[in-house]
């Protein structure tokens, strides 16, 4: 089944004509025969979209939309009308009230099915928009009717015409009645289309003369990243059922079927432009979710949820091409002091600045990873041990060379840094001697190990783990000694650092 579909008519003859006309494509279809039973009938099958008739026996198609309003698992339903006259009056009030199309009788099989694929579709990107909103745990609200409006206001809107005279006199009449700033152009204008900023509407005219034009630009405007998510609205010009419903397949989100119609397009504006702006708001949600997921909120960096896959496509990659990699864990050494003699905000800013240091002498398609609390991992495809080493003693010495001057610390902070370096990558068949770790599990504990050595030996220095590819548990029995030596160590230092 393509979806549900709701058909509300108090005629029992136009019910059972549209369902035979919409299980023929392969809808579910269910029915209800007033404005009062619509909501109880929609709360139990929970429609794709509603069809009404405009008038029915206890209220009108703007009823159904604030019936299913008040549901708000019904709210964003998308609804269309079904009028029995052409009337341009009672048209544009049904849009206001919220009402998605209004089609007159006889229905125009065409367009219908194209009108309900394009709202069922929309609506279905809308929700899966909204699911990755709640996955990804964002907490922002939906935007307010008052922030809305803001948030449109200053709306960039494009027409684009067959000629620039249409394009020119279609912003003339228009402007009046909108906020929006109107550009006018010609079908070439593709490139000024891209330009940034993009248009966030493009209002585009199917003329009769370049129809095959406007719909080739119409999917070409869908397809581009650049306007992927600016809003698409055809005009048939002269009005074209056909043309309309081609329109809407090739990815159009709105359509004026009737031809241009100055006070229909201000209102089909509006409505798209509000479910734009709520878009938006979700993707940019969603993205920021995601970033907080990878990065670290204090110094930007990303974290070990993002580095340990990092290093895994850098290992691989590795291995095909026969390349060496280098992993380095940093541990800034004695950090625990700075927040006990300076309090954590010191201790904060010490971080970042130390971020940035270690930045600055990275290469792009590095990587720098904070994975603990003073630890970082650094990533560096491409690089055998001579380089890696030299890098590692720069990073070094950048710690240690200039004091962290913290803001409300009356005096400069000297810190210093130890780093454990491991090489992995390259071919294992090549040459007698040991091949270097390719196994990312196994490379992060050397690095870790040699990272304990140079704590051990007196920190402030590099230590290459240069050390044959052990068994997993071999590995750990002979770290666990340095650590616990090491946090020995530290107790006793802090300890003799305290006041008598």
Not at 72 to 80: G, Q
Not at 82 to 101: C, F, K, T, W, Y
Not at 176 to 204: A, C, E, N, R
Not at 211 to 234: K, M
């Amino acid at each position: 089944m393509q979806g549900t579909i709701l058909i509300i008519d108090g005629v029992a003859t136009n019910r059972i004509m549209l369902k035979v006309q919409l299980s023929a494509s392969y809808y579910r279809v269910v029915q209800a025969d007033s404005v009062a039973s619509a909501l109880s009938v929609a709360q139990r099958c929970s429609p794709d979209l509603v069809l009404t008739a405009m008038s029915l026996p206890d209220g009108s198609a703007t009823e159904v939309v604030a019936s299913l309003a008040s549901d708000t698992t019904l709210a964003n339903i998308p609804v269309i009308a079904v009028s029995a006259q052409n009337d341009n009056a009672s048209r544009i009030e049904a849009l206001s009230a919220g009402i998605d199309d209004v089609l007159h009788q006889p229905l125009d099989d065409v367009i219908l099915q194209a009108r309900i694929r394009s709202l069922i579709r929309t609506r279905s990107s809308r929700d899966d928009l909204t699911l990755q909103h709640e996955a990804a745990r964002t907490f922002e609200q939906p935007l307010t009717e008052q922030e809305c409006l803001i948030e449109i206001r200053n709306s960039k809107v494009a027409l684009v015409a067959h000629d620039a005279p249409t394009a020119a006199q279609w912003a003339t009449r228009l402007q009046p009645l909108v906020p929006y700033h109107l550009h006018s152009h010609q079908i070439g204008d593709i490139q000024l289309l891209m330009t940034d900023p993009v248009p966030d509407v493009i209002v585009v005219e199917l003329s009769e003369n370049a129809v095959g034009p406007g719909l080739r630009l119409l999917a070409d405007l869908r397809a581009r990243a650049a306007t992927r998510d600016s809003v698409v609205i055809a005009i048939p010009s002269p009005a074209d059922a056909h043309v309309a419903a081609e329109a809407l397949d090739r990815g159009a989100h709105d359509v004026l079927q009737s031809g241009f119609n100055v006070q229909e397009l201000a209102l089909r504006l509006s409505t798209q432009l509000r479910y734009k702006a709520h878009n938006d708001r979700l993707r940019a949600s969603v993205r920021s979710g995601l970033r907080a997921a990878v990065e670290d909120p204090m110094t930007g960096l990303y974290n070990r949820r993002y580095a340990t896959p990092f290093l895994d496509r850098v290992a691989r990659n590795a291995t095909d091409t026969n390349e060496h990699f280098a992993l380095m864990l940093i541990d800034l050494d004695h950090f625990k002091r700075v927040n006990d003699h300076y309090g954590h905000p010191a201790g904060d800013a010490v971080l970042v600045e130390t971020s940035n240091r270690l930045l600055k002498l990275l290469r792009p398609v590095d990587l720098l990873a904070r994975v603990g609390g003073e630890e970082f991992m650094i990533v560096m495809p491409g690089l055998g041990e001579a380089q890696a080493s030299e890098v590692s003693d720069r990073l070094c010495s950048e710690i240690s060379g200039t004091p962290f001057q913290v803001p409300g610390v009356g005096k400069p902070i000297h810190l210093t840094t130890s780093i454990g370096l491991a090489i992995g990558g390259g071919n294992p068949c090549v040459g007698s001697a040991p091949s270097p770790l390719t196994n990312v599990t196994d490379l992060i504990a050397d690095a870790d190990r040699a990272l304990y050595r140079a704590k051990d030996a007196g920190r402030n220095q590099v230590i290459l783990s240069s050390a044959p590819a052990k068994g997993k548990a071999d590995r750990k029995d002979r770290a666990a000694p340095i650590r616990a030596s090491i946090k020995t160590s530290r107790r006793e230092l802090f300890v003799r650092s305290q006041p008598a």
